[in-house]
């Protein structure tokens, strides 16, 4: 194989990048004059909540989806035919056959070579399935798209995922989040199948994330010991917790594709292999629109690099400018690139969430989201280890490299997050940033420990000492933390537990009652996540009525002239599934009841109540 094809050693092409960005810029430009013209509320165009206002936006939010969707498949298409094309030439090209491990022969290898961490995959695969329902958070109006159609049309585009992140207009933009869920559900839609996949997506990152850190450092090699203390600080903690043990939120495959990306990335800096150059940018390309803030993990990394490196040619006065400025063009090729991905997603944001949210004018997402700054231990440490990585780059004892670059991007992460929403070191938000401070610590490990082992009786005191580091560190956060792993996924479980459990008692309830010739009717509030939509049409009740609690009134929703008042009467159930039985309060003040279930002691409990008499006062 020659050289020019199995490096970029020169550049792909300026002149389609000048382009690229000329074309990406104008659109940009027209994008902001569009919407500061929407912004002045032009008279031309109708009211956003008239019937004809309601009808250009949703046909707009369609149209401008699909365009944004084809160009997107073309683009990942390009980098994939690319990949196959330089994989083809790879083939006919070597001269060596060099034949990978089958996949179940690596398993067999990995598991004999890491039993521990074997062992703890596996347990805590065991617990994100045990006792998952799809009654629960968002997933309660995601589900009943997946069950409509007598389960025929399984690779049909599902409007529930598609409204929740294409159909926004409240300034969010992550068009790409949830979709990966939303293939598995053409071919399954068990959750526990969901949550198994969950599983692996967070063993691959895991396994990702020691891949990179053994490209980080070429001359020194992870061995078991730094596997345990990565996976065990990047699995116990409550921000891994809170976004693994459901599938509700977009921090997974944000995760997926930034370690992929940073995978590929290093591959690319150490090999310059073309195949490696088109892997990084179809991962930054699907990443950058997983999640609003996603451009700063996917941007920051390239733009540090390519300052590093102008820097860096800057100061080579023997080499002339034309000399100067082709090199960096050679080195720097990939990261023009994602700048120029940086333009695209401030474009694709411009005309796909901000001009529809300025014309619908309800607001941003995050007005009524606290605002703060709750930094834990991790977090500190991630700051010092920065600090120090820092002060040895500048006193030249350590080379600026990728994992500062990513440091960084971190750091700006930290920043969005805090001045949009809230850095809360529990949250699910901040999963990012505790995959890249569980990076940071592997790294210190490996460097200062593991690669200094060579023997199998220090490797096996290593291995020992990891899991007792693991251990106190994990207790020492949950001794100095309100918000600690084991609650948050104690709390998780109990609500998830508690929606099932009173969904199934009310449905033995009404069941019971039709086969004694005494159909309920159900009361519930109209505050509930479920409704007659959302899966309380299979509990066979007589009649469905909700509670309104801006007029106080009951209405109507089915098994009668919908819309239609009700009145209260004797006998009736009064359900309170998924929220806080503070919602059903104003409920009780218009009747008297005896309480059949009640799930926990908590005031977050399912709770049923049969009415005994009304209050004629209410």
Known sequence: MSQSDSKTTAPVNQHRQIHLGIGLLIALIMGMAISLWINSDPGMLPAADSAAGESVLKQYLRISHQLWLLALIATAGCLLLNIIRVDSKQDDDSTTEVRNKPFHQSIILFTRNNPFVTVLFIAYSIAMVAGTTYLYADLIGWYPDLINGHYLDNFSIKESFVKETMRRTDFRFFPLAHQDIHILSWFSINIKTWMLFNAGELIAITLLSLKFLNKLCSRKRAKESTLILLASLLLFHPSTGTTFFQVIYSERILCMTFILYINSYINYQHSKQKKDFYFALLWAVLGIFTKDTAIILFATPALATLTISSIRLWHQHQISNQARWKEFRENCDLEIWICLLSIAFLTSYTFLSLIPSLYAGEGAYNNDTLEGFAPDLRFYILMLMITIRAVAIISKHLQFNLLDAINIAAIGYTIALTSLYEFNSASYLTLPVTLITAINIGWAWMTLFDSKIHRVNENKRLISGSIAAAAMFISIEHLA???????TIIE???????????????????????????????????????????????????TLIEYEHNTGSFVIKDGGSEKDSYTPQKGDIIANLDKNISLISPILEHVETTIIYRHNSSEQTGMILKVKTTNPKH
């Open 481 to 487: 933390s309100e918000q600690t792993f084991t609650n």
């Open 492 to 542: 998780m479980k109990k609500e998830q537990d508690s929606i099932q459990m009173t969904y199934n008692t009310l449905y033995d309830l009404a069941k019971q009652g039709r086969k004694n010739g005494k159909p309920v009717n159900i009361i519930i509030s109209r505050k509930s996540r479920l409704s007659a939509r959302r899966h309380l049409y299979r509990i066979p009740y007589r």
